[in-house]
């Protein structure tokens, strides 16, 4: 058993309890949770938007922890490794997707807070191939967002094989978006921050955008006309999708990663005309997040947090639902 | 002045008249027509659907015929050389999307049939870089199809950079549909068509399908599911598009050519799980047009047509409509 914060009912508060660990397999790790993001879709999970969440729910999927025991099968991690651990806890490691290097796209994969707890707990436990360790010159106290909010927004540039010479819009600076800017900066890509909260504009460009536009004004996207090559939205409300599919240059994209949950009304001549896309991806597989810790190291790139207590929990929560979070929150593990 | 069938009002009969030619510009060529395939949108046009047409209009833009005049900057052409000419009359040639070999996603493109008159007609003019010379071994008397039809269902296997590996659905086997089997089926891939005349079923397979999958069984679509790379939907009306999503393996692609005017319900969850795309393409490039020719001529790929002389063209666009064209109307020019 081991302690952690669990909710017993569709958005109830979270209580202290103690909470059994699945068994660990050959191919586990057991990892001692130290800090622990919060992610928007741990509310929806909380909340069952979705459906698929069973109670008690011990949210967190945005770890950075110290490996503490492993299975007989585990070769790659050793006990003592500082490790990250994202929204996946397994996937079949045999089936084409998986052998092919997107295990994240496995259709055997498993969540790590769907039907097992996550890290908002003293300990879990996840296969290897999901605790990646993290590379020298990257700060662990601040590292764990990585593992959900910045490989979700990193992985889009790698799929799409970004042109560093590319025009990159990000919609939505949160824990996302703060992140996406920062990669798309890096990039070298020339890059659009597309925000309703205007007042961030001098820390969305100190974060790397060469302009930030006003998503609530209709005037301003017109002007964004045939301007973009890629355009990553992070939000998880409907758009005036005809505008941003508007703002792509010939042959460019529109990708998602925030699960707006009302459908998209496409209109095939916005896609035929200019030749583009729309796309989607959920996070990124295990070789891409070891790419992206590099990247993040070598480029000096970190979530900007804001720190709580873990027994605080239920006050950071209500901190990010109020939407005033800059720009991610971390909880650090005081059991 | 020169003899032409041409419409005077929306949905009007087509009537022989004398229309003035455009002025034959420092890039043209006049071309005599000989042949000139009869394309959907040549009815959609007819009928004002897109809003675009003026009145008198002259259909047609999959011509083949002979350069009997160039102007005075044309070198990449000689008067006697048969060529083909599709949709597109022109584009700037010095944007960036021109310079990059997108020419067909210049801002500044225009139709054949959009304020100028198509290939319903004894003789047209065109930009140079839109008449496009025919390689040994391609029958000119079956080619005219390629350069609307042909083009719009090759160019999405050259921009996806298809793998011959993949497996490749296709909806509607029509005009569009019967050559994208061909194409995809040439190009080493799996080929699954979906159509709702099953009594093409053997034509079908002979056109180098591997599967036929009648698109009217919802069960049948089910049971497609996580199978195809790459789905080209040629068809102007609304399918179970969620059927569709679900049938592409991940990282896949439903790639729309037919121009469906109700949007597309695009839900984010279905694209963000598996990593998927919708997409959509106009014909192609210059460039492209000539790998699909040669890419043709060395796969022995052709229009399966129904000949009419010009002079029937109002007997063959009603057979078009009737939806028992097999498996496109061709006119020969008869004038």
């Not at 970190?302 to 990010?320: G, I, K, Q």
């Amino acid at each position: 058993m081991v302690r952690a914060y669990a909710a017993t009912r569709p958005g109830g508060a979270l209580t202290q309890t103690e909470v059994a660990l699945a068994p660990l397999g050959d191919d586990d790790v057991e990892v001692v949770v130290e800090h622990c993001g919060i992610c928007h879709s741990d509310l929806s999970m909380l909340r069952n938007d979705w459906g698929s969440t069973t109670y008690p729910l011990v949210p967190g999927h945005e770890v950075i922890g110290t490996v503490v025991a492993r299975g007989a099968h585990v070769d790659a991690l050793r006990v003592g490794q500082r490790v990250g651990v994202g929204w996946y806890s397994r996937s079949c490691m045999h089936c084409r997707d998986c052998l092919g290097g997107d295990q994240h796209l496995c259709a055997e994969a498993q969540s790590i807070i769907v039907g097992r707890h996550g890290g908002f707990a003293e300990r879990l436990r996840v296969h290897w191939a999901w605790a990646t360790p993290l590379p020298d010159g990257l700060d662990p106290s601040t590292a764990g967002p990585l593992f959900c909010g910045g490989i979700t927004v990193f992985n889009p540039l790698v799929m799409t094989q970004q042109c560093p010479t590319g025009r990159v819009g990000v919609i939505g600076i949160g824990g996302l978006g703060h992140l996406a800017v920062q990669f798309a900066a890096a990039w070298g890509c020339e890059v659009v921050a597309f925000t309703s909260s205007l007042d961030k504009t001098e820390e969305i460009r100190n974060l790397g955008a060469h302009r930030v536009v006003d998503s609530r004004d209709p005037g301003a996207l017109r002007h964004m006309a045939r301007s973009l090559d890629l355009i990553i939205s992070t939000v998880n409300v409907p758009l005036p999708w005809d505008h941003y599919l508007a703002a792509l240059r010939p042959n460019g994209r529109l990708h998602l990663v925030g699960a707006v949950l009302e459908p998209i009304p496409t209109p095939a001549f916005a896609l035929i005309g200019g030749q583009k896309a729309i796309t989607g991806s959920p996070l990124g597989s295990p070789a891409t997040v070891m790419d992206m810790l590099e990247f993040a190291a070598r480029h000096h790139i970190a979530p900007v947090v804001e720190r709580y207590p873990m027994s605080e929990v239920n006050r950071a929560l209500a901190h990010l639902e109020s939407g005033q979070a800059r720009y991610r929150i971390l909880l650090d593990a005081d059991f």
